[in-house]
């Protein structure tokens, strides 16, 4: 049987090699005009015709999103490097991010980036920069925080460059891994709408859930990024040497930082697994650092700043208004100039990963319910010191929820983890190193119960293609199911005509 505590330990070694890295010590700067002369392959006026016409299905395509795409790449300053726009990813109020790729003489593709670039012209767009040590100039808060920590584990997307057009301190382009089978959002969205489909023609067969070996992959991968997320001392005497910061040192409040915006959106599905136990499951990688904190639990800004930071939506019980959920819990070390507001811990991050989780095997984008239950408890607040003091552990509120019928097909090992991550007191959950643990553990067994009981791996359907791939799936199954049937019949009927 297949060790999956080697297999990925291996292929993330392997991952982090084969990354590259931009050095930042150096911004790369250019004049807009010269970026937005129009790229050299537009030249072709079938191809430019075919590209617009499927950029145009896309709702959010304007002339905007248009130059951006025919727009030179601005990858390499290589002339002999032909970068091409080739598809629309998403435009909103953060600006706009593209997909290029680099193609080779038979019209293979050799590489390939997304391109974000912030949008100057809105004054809610604000990019938000460090200072850096040493007279080197300032570097958006994402770029550094996604750069430092996708050399430290292969779950975070790498940044290849960052480009700051000259004139303005809020037009940049960011130049990222390319994960091309979109979002844990994008992959709940295709087993509801099968299931809302399957509930009118199908109404008998039972729900299409994604499987567990891959929620078990999908928690431990953010889990191993948010331990990352910890910094050893090596990290924070590199961080001493390239950024200002106000945090003192010490081994007595040793720093971290604080994501603040895990939801679904922001966990990108790469590209497969290569090893055989996990092969055809996209790796789930932690995203967008735009709101990411250096901080410590004496910090005087932990928490009071950040406590309207983020999604809403996702966000945990300790970053509700103040004296709703903050009472019930023990007071750690308080900065004698800061509030009475309780800093944030390392395991503010454990909640949202959890929520995520919870989300692929509800099926419920956006922690819908969650925010629900949130919502009500911060409205009644003896009804939430009851839940919490009535649990053991206190503040593991939600195992009655999880042991609901429709959650059978995943066993209670997954949902007793999740629960224990959903805690609503910080402290009584587990850590990001304990969640790695109990995941590959997770994801021991249930390979060792598939190969033991010779069960093919589970098929996850993601991406634009899922929810049609997904649907030829089932048919085939209902076919096999139906075929099956009838040799069965003829068989019996062929022995009683015999005897």
């Known amino acids: 049987m297949g060790n999956v505590t080697s297999a990925l330990q291996h292929e993330e070694a392997c991952r982090l090699r084969e990354n590259k890295h931009p050095n930042l010590n150096a911004v790369h700067e250019y004049d807009k005009n010269t970026a937005y002369r129009t790229a050299s392959w537009t030249n072709d006026r079938k191809k430019l015709a075919r590209r617009r016409t499927r950029w145009g299905l896309k709702g959010s395509y304007n002339t905007d999103a248009y130059n951006f795409l025919t727009s030179r790449a601005l ?64 570097i958006p808060r994402k770029a550094f925080w996604q750069d430092f920590f996708s050399r430290r584990t292969p779950y975070v997307p790498v940044l290849r460059k960052i480009v700051h057009f000259l004139g303005s301190t809020n037009s940049w382009r960011f130049y990222t891994e390319y994960c091309p089978n979109g979002d844990i959002f994008g992959l709940i969205e295709v087993y509801q ?21 891959y ?20 990290d924070e005497d590199e961080i001493d040497d390239v950024l200002n910061h106000d945090l003192l040192d010490g081994p007595s409040d040793p720093m971290f930082v604080l994501h603040l915006d895990i939801k679904d959106a922001n966990i990108l599905l790469g590209n497969p697994y290569k090893h055989h136990l996990m092969r055809g499951y ?14 410590s639990m004496n910090h005087e800004r932990n928490s009071r700043k950040w406590r309207e930071w983020g999604t ?21 070390t308080i900065h004698p100039g800061r509030n009475t507001s309780y800093p944030f811990t390392p395991k ?41 003091n009535s649990s053991r552990p206190r503040g593991q509120w939600l195992e009655g929820r999880f042991t609901h019928e429709s959650f059978a097909d995943y066993g209670t090992d997954i949902m007793h983890l999740l629960a224990s ?54 048919r085939s199954r209902r076919a096999r199911k139906e075929r099956r049937r009838r040799e069965d019949r003829d068989g019996k009927r062929r022995r009683h005509s015999h005897w």
């Not at 021991?444 to 899922?466: C, S, T």
């Open 75 to 138: 990858v390499s300053d290589d002339p002999n490097e032909i970068w091409e726009g080739v598809q629309l990813l998403g435009k909103g109020a953060f600006g706009t991010v593209g997909l290029w790729k680099r193609f080779d003489s038979r019209g293979h593709v050799i590489d390939s980036v997304a391109i974000k670039e912030s949008k100057e012209s809105d004054p809610r767009v604000k990019v938000d920069l460090l200072r850096r040590t040493h007279g080197r100039e300032k």
């Open 193 to 213: 709408k099968y299931n809302a489909d399957r509930a009118q023609k199908h109404p008998h067969e039972p729900v299409e859930r994604i499987p567990l070996l």
């Open 215 to 234: 929620v078990w992959a999908v928690l431990y991968s953010l889990a191993h990024a948010l331990h990352r997320l910890k910094l050893s001392e090596r």
């Open 282 to 295: 996209p790796i789930a990688k932690l995203a967008d650092f735009g709101l990411a904190s250096l901080t």
């Open 312 to 332: 809403k939506i996702c966000d945990p019980p300790e970053q509700y208004d103040k004296g709703h959920f903050d009472h019930f819990w023990q007071n750690p």
């Open 348 to 388: 503010h991050g454990v909640w949202q990963i959890a929520a995520v989780v919870f989300s692929m095997i509800d099926l419920g984008p956006n922690n819908l319910w969650l925010d629900q239950q949130l919502q009500y408890l911060a409205r009644n607040p003896r009804e939430a010191e009851r839940k919490c």
């Open 421 to 474: 991550c959903l805690n609503m007191i910080p402290e009584n959950r587990p850590s990001a190193r304990e969640v790695m643990n109990a995941c590959l553990r997770g994801m021991q067994n249930e390979v060792d119960r598939l190969e033991r009981e010779r069960i093919a791996y589970p098929v996850v359907f993601f991406g634009d293609y899922g929810l049609e791939e997904l649907k030829d799936h089932m």
